[in-house]
Every structure is written in C-alpha cells, then in structure tokens.
C-alpha cells in the first residue's frame, strides 16, 4: 500500500494497483487566526515493524491535525496508539516522523502558520506504546518560537537526531535555538551541538523549513560524514555532523539574496552528488523563478543548474540516475548527470501545486498535489 495523508484529516491506507482506499483514519484538523483552511494531515507517514503485544506488526507512524500523534496498524488503519504531544493553542505537527534503530519514533512540534506561535520542540516517544520518553524545548519557558517545520534526521551509528528550527519569538535574545540547526543524543534528547544563523546572514522571517541531509565529502583530503541543509536566506549550509557547533564547512548561495522564494525545500542525495531546489536565482544571466541544482558534495560548487518556472516547495527525491521535483502545476523527472528533463508533467486542474515529495516504488512514482488528487506515474 501507499499512505498519505490530506487535509480533510484523513491518513489512507491506498493500493498501489489503483489508487483506491483500503482503510482510511481520521486524525482530525487544525484551524487557526492565519489558517481558516482546515489543515490535517501534513505529517507524512513512515511505515516500521514492530513486536506489538508479541506480535510482528507494521505501524504507520503520523502526526495528527491536532496536534496528536498516531501510531495505526498499516494493514488495517486501526488506532494502535494515539498520544496528544502539546495542548498549547496554535500547537501543529508539520513535521514528519523518523523511527530509530533502538524502539523509539521522534517528530517535530510546531505552530500553525505561525499564528500564534508555541513553544516548539521535539519529541521523543516509545515506539510501541506511545509513551513519551523525552522532550527537547527550542525555547525557554514561557517563550515563544523555533519551531520544527522540517523531519529529524537520524545517525543511529552516531547516536544523534538532527534537526532545524524556524524563526524565534517575543524572547529573541535567549532564543539561541531558533533559526538554527540542532543535534541531539536520542539516548535522552539531550543537547550535542547547536548552530544559529547569524543576524547579518538573515532575512526578515528566516527559517529552516527544511529537513536536514546526510551524505559524505572529501574536503582537503580528510573524509567528513557531513549534513545538509538550506535556509530561507537561499544559502545552503553544510556541516560535519559530529560537530555542528563548529559551523559550516561550506556554504553556497542557491537563490538570490533578495529572493521573496521560500527555499524550504529539502534536499537529496545519491551516493555522488546534492540535489537542492530553491526560489528565485539567476543562471546563466536569466532571472529564474526557481531552481534545480546538481551540487558538489565537498564544496558546494554547482555541477549544473535547471531554472524552474516556480519556486520549489516541495523536497527534491533521488534514485539512481533521476532527480525529481515537483513545483507550482509541475512535476519534472531530470537526468542527475546532465540536468537534462527526460520527462515533465502539467497538471491543469485548477488550484494544482505539488507541494508535497514523491515516492518511487517498483518503478512507479507516487506524488499527491494540492487539487486533492494522488497521482501515479508508471515506467
């Protein structure tokens, strides 16, 4: 099956045949001053096996449109378990969720739209029986901000979750977590190294809506395991991710400085190269609304660039040989060793936007758009 979610507050549980509904769950909506949409499942799901009452079974692990998290039986839709992580007004899970390799599931807190922002986080639970096992504030008591928009990303080898942070609040001078990039021990969430962007680098609401990458890079001859990721700015940032207090090891500038592009896009990588799309750029002296970029892993030097037609919102996904994003009513597949489109799609029903990744799966491409429709592309 594929799973996904839409905002009626509905996570599907679809066949991957025909697209239709094996069991679908309700997992409830969100609305909110800025937001008189009603907004539910923006969590993606992630599928694992569990031993749950001594029996072997996979688990869809999603946020809830309000602000609780679930864990159903993947066959069948069934509540597992279900665990409120935040009654603060506003509170939303934006974020995906990433499940480790030693029996917990970790998902981001965050706001609605901003408005009114929380203080956010990031939650560790149990994953069989959904008791919350540690929480990391991104604020201090009684503030206000940083939120997790963005997946964490876990090195079960290092033993660390990583993660970024959104724009902070009313307490911005103690607010060193907001708009920054975190690592954490997922032995009991706590602080391993932090870096924030600094106020000269910023932009009027900057952010990290992205969720961080891992790859590898040889830079001056010494091998790094490195992490990734792009800021609202239009800079991408990259780290040694055993020390992300020391800073970036490079930086490149992905769009224009003056970009009014969200550049929340995430990243990708393939074993070779980065492939990050962001918002308004210039190459090779055409103003672009967007872009798609083949990066070098050990400097961020740009192999080649595609300029886009849109600003992409959606993150980039890599297989061996292909990139792929969607933006705006498009969908376009490119060749990742010359940039090249091999295929593009339009969609023409109105209010399209693929804002959301795409899934590969026995050669098949899955992707949901906005106009409430889930598309499948065959070889």
């Given at each position: 099956m594929i799973y996904w979610g839409s905002w009626d507050g509905l996570e599907h549980g679809s066949s991957l045949t025909n697209g239709s509904d094996v069991w679908t769950a309700q997992l409830g909506t969100s609305t909110g001053v800025c937001a008189s949409q009603p907004h539910g499942v923006t969590s993606s799901a992630t599928i694992a096996t569990e031993v749950i009452g001594g029996v072997s079974t996979p688990v869809d692990y999603v946020g809830g449109g309000n602000a609780t998290f679930y864990a159903l039986n993947a066959n069948t839709g069934a509540v597992i378990w279900q665990t409120a992580l935040s009654t603060q007004t506003?509170?939303?899970?934006?974020?995906?969720?990433?499940?480790?390799?030693?029996?917990?599931?970790?998902?981001?807190?965050?706001?609605?739209?901003?408005?009114?922002?929380?203080?956010a986080g990031m939650v560790q639970l149990n994953a069989v029986t959904g008791a919350i096992q540690n929480t990391y504030y991104t604020v201090p008591t009684a503030c206000a901000g940083a939120s997790v928009w963005g997946s964490p990303t876990i090195d079960d080898t290092l033993g660390m979750v990583y993660f970024a942070t959104g724009n902070g609040g009313p307490c911005a001078s103690t607010e060193t977590?907001?708009?920054?990039?975190?690592?954490?021990?997922?032995?009991?969430?706590s602080l391993l190294g932090s870096w924030q962007v600094p106020s000269t680098s910023q932009i009027t609401?900057?952010?990290f809506g992205a969720t961080p990458t891992l790859f590898s890079a040889t830079i001056g001859g010494v091998s790094h395991q490195m992490l990734g990721l792009q800021n609202k700015n239009g800079t991408y940032y990259a780290f040694?991710?055993?020390?992300?207090?020391?800073g970036p090891l490079w930086q490149s500038s992905i769009a224009s400085p003056t970009s009014?592009?969200?550049?929340?896009?995430?990243?990708?990588?393939?074993?070779?190269?980065?492939?990050v799309a962001s918002g308004a750029t210039t190459i090779n002296g055409i103003k672009c609304r967007g872009s798609l970029n083949a990066v070098n892993p050990s400097s961020g030097a740009f192999i080649w660039q595609d300029c886009l037609t849109a600003d992409p919102l959606a993150p980039v996904i890599a297989v061996p040989g292909l990139a792929v994003v969607g933006y705006g009513n498009l969908l376009r597949i490119a060749n990742s060793a010359t940039g090249k489109f091999p295929f593009t799609y339009k969609?023409?029903?109105?209010?399209?936007?693929?804002?959301g990744p795409a899934s590969i799966s026995n050669g098949v491409l899955y992707i949901g758009n906005r106009d409430g429709n889930l598309y499948a592309f065959g070889r």
């Open positions: 506003g509170a939303y899970l934006c974020s995906s969720p990433a499940v480790d390799s030693n029996g917990s599931v970790y998902v981001g807190l965050s706001s609605l739209m901003d408005c009114p922002l929380v203080r977590m907001a708009d920054a990039v975190i690592a954490l021990s997922t032995t009991n969430l609401d900057g952010d040694d991710r055993t020390n992300i207090s020391a009014t592009g969200q550049n929340i896009s995430s990243s990708a990588w393939d074993g070779t190269n980065l492939y969609d023409t029903t109105t209010n399209s936007n693929f804002w």
